[in-house]
């Protein structure tokens, strides 16, 4: 298992893995072109030549709420999925592994989450804040989600690098 910076040929692919999970509501489902015009941001877990997983970062830059102004370089880590069938092998630990990483030696300081997946986060040393910690353009996603704002239900975690 190799984890790589994700090419074109694998926009179908973390499409279809994305909508298993979204189609569950784990998630945000992604459109091929949102995936295609972001295709740098993602890496892939890939297995026998097959993509078992992928996960993105998206930079926002300094962070300027009144309390910590321009103290932090912010990102989200997003798509993060894997395959159901590749669950629990580590692949999801390592995906995440690596956006930190990369994250780190770009100059981010802080990397933020919104998820279910709440115990894996705190697993890889994340800690849960509340959403209204995190600036307010970090929602553009969560416009067309039908939860958003009143219902959102999912869990903001941060960790600092
Ligand atoms: C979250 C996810 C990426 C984890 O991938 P994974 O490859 O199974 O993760 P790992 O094998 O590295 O897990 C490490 C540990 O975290 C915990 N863990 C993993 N997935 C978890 C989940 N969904 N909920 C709670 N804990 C979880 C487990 O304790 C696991 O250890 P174990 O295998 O010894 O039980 C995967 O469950 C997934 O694709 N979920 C659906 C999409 C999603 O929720 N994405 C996050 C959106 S930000």
Redesign the pocket.
Known sequence: MAIRKAVIRDAEDIRAIIAI?AKKG??LPRALYEIYEDIRAFHVAEENGVVV?CSAAHIYGREYTPENAGKNVLAE??S???LPK?????????LVKQVLDEAKSLGVTKVF?????S??FK?MGFKEIHKSELPQKIWSDCRSCMKFPDECDEIAMVVEL
């Open positions: 999970h784990r998630m997983g880590i997003k993060l999925a894997v590749k669950h629990h092998h580590g692949i999801g630990t390592l989450t919104l998820t279910y997946a115990e894996f697993k």
